[in-house]
C-alpha cells in the first residue's frame, strides 16, 4: 500500500510543496494523466511521506515535518499516531505517551495503546508495557505485531510470565511466520521455558548458517544478561 502511495505521490509532485518542500524526485508522467488532488488527498501524501521518513528511522526530520504539518492542518488520528512515533524516535517519552493516549479516543484506539505500551518499554517499565500491550491485544487480537511486543514484555517481567509470553510469540508466529523479530523471541522464550530442544529444531529452521549462529548467540546473551540482572536485583533485596 505504500508503494502504491509512494506512485501516486509522483502524479502531483507540487502539492507537498504547499507544506514547503518537495519529498518526490522522480521523471513526472505524461501530461495528460495528471489529475489535480484534493485537499485531503493532499493532506494523506503529505503524512505518507513523513511516514516513509519514520520508516527509515529519520525521526528529526519527521517531527519537523509534522510540527509544520501541525500550522496549517487538523491533528487527524493519523498525525497522531505519526507523531507519536516520531517523539518516540527522539526518546522524548512522555511527550509520545500524550500523543499515543490521544488515540484512544479514535479509531486507532489498538495503535495507541501498543504506542504507550512501548514508550513504557523503552523507559524499563515492564510491567506497565505488559498492561498496555494487553489491552492493544484485546482491542486487536490478530495483530502479530501486538502478540509479539506482549510476548517480549512479559519475558522481560520475568519467571510468572514465561508461559504466557510462549503462548503470546506462538500465536503471533502463527499470524505472521516470516517475521524473524517473533522467532527470535519465540526461542528465547523456549530456552526460558527449558524447551532447548524445540528451541533448537526451530533455529534449524533459519537457512543459513551464518543467521543461525548469530540468532542463537543473540537469544543466549539475552538470557545471561536477563540472568545477571535477575542476580543482582536480588542480592540488593
Not at 501516486?8 to 504547499?18: G, K, R
Not at 506462538?170 to 526460558?192: G, H, K
Amino acid at each position: 500500500m505504500k508503494k502504491i502511495i509512494a506512485v501516486a505521490a509522483c502524479l502531483w509532485v507540487s502539492a507537498c510543496a504547499d507544506y514547503g518542500f518537495d519529498p518526490i524526485e522522480a521523471v513526472s508522467p505524461a501530461a495528460n494523466s495528471v489529475k489535480p488532488l484534493d485537499e485531503a488527498s493532499t493532506s494523506r501524501l503529505y503524512l505518507s511521506v513523513v511516514n516513509g521518513l519514520i520508516e527509515q528511522g529519520r525521526y528529526r526530520a519527521a517531527l519537523a515535518y509534522l510540527d509544520q504539518y501541525a500550522v496549517q492542518e487538523k491533528k487527524t488520528p493519523y498525525f497522531l499516531r505519526l507523531y507519536g512515533e516520531a517523539l518516540l524516535g527522539t526518546k522524548q517519552y512522555d511527550a509520545a505517551a500524550e500523543a499515543f493516549s490521544d488515540l484512544e479516543r479514535s479509531d486507532l484506539k489498538p495503535d495507541g495503546l501498543n504506542g504507550v505500551g512501548r514508550v513504557k518499554a523503552a523507559q524499563g517499565h515492564w510491567a506497565a508495557a505488559v498492561d498496555y500491550f494487553q489491552r492493544a491485544v484485546a482491542a486487536r487480537p490478530s495483530s502479530a505485531e501486538f502478540l509479539n511486543n506482549l510476548g517480549y514484555a512479559q519475558l522481560c517481567v520475568g519467571k510468572d510470565g514465561i508461559a504466557e509470553a510462549e503462548f503470546n510469540l506462538r500465536q503471533a508466529q502463527e499470524l505472521d511466520p516470516a517475521s524473524t523479530s517473533i522467532r527470535n523471541n519465540l526461542v528465547i522464550a523456549l530456552m526460558m521455558a527449558g524447551k532447548d530442544g524445540e528451541a533448537r529444531r526451530l533455529l534449524s529452521g533459519i537457512s543459513t548458517t551464518r543467521e543461525r549462529a548469530e540468532v542463537q548467540a543473540f537469544a543466549t546473551a539475552w538470557l545471561e544478561q536477563r540472568s545477571r540482572t535477575e542476580n543482582t536485583t536480588e542480592e540488593d533485596m
